[in-house]
């Protein structure tokens, strides 16, 4: 599995990162993707998602503009389908 990622829970295996805001800090709005979604930069507070910072989505904008690219783990993060937007999940740093 790649940090801060999970697979299954969705229609033909999808593929999703754990974009809950609740699992975030130190988060800095850096700008939008051209569909208008907004990109941030941000750790995670618990480092078993990933050590590093990071360039993303929140799922609670998602939930509001494209509901179809978030689901909710068995735990009940909610994660994002970033092949169904236009923003690219990456470590920055």
Known sequence: TT??????G????SFGFYS??????NIHLIGNSPSGIPIYHFDYKDKKFGQ????GSMAQDLEKIMPDAVSVAEEGHKMVDYSMIDIQFKRIS
Not at 3 to 8: D, L
Not at 20 to 25: A, G
Not at 52 to 55: D, E, I, T
């Open 3 to 8: 940090i801060g990622a999970s697979s299954g």
């Open 10 to 13: 969705g229609p033909n295996g």
């Open 20 to 25: 809950d805001i609740s699992l975030k800090e």
């Open 52 to 55: 590093f910072r990071y360039q």
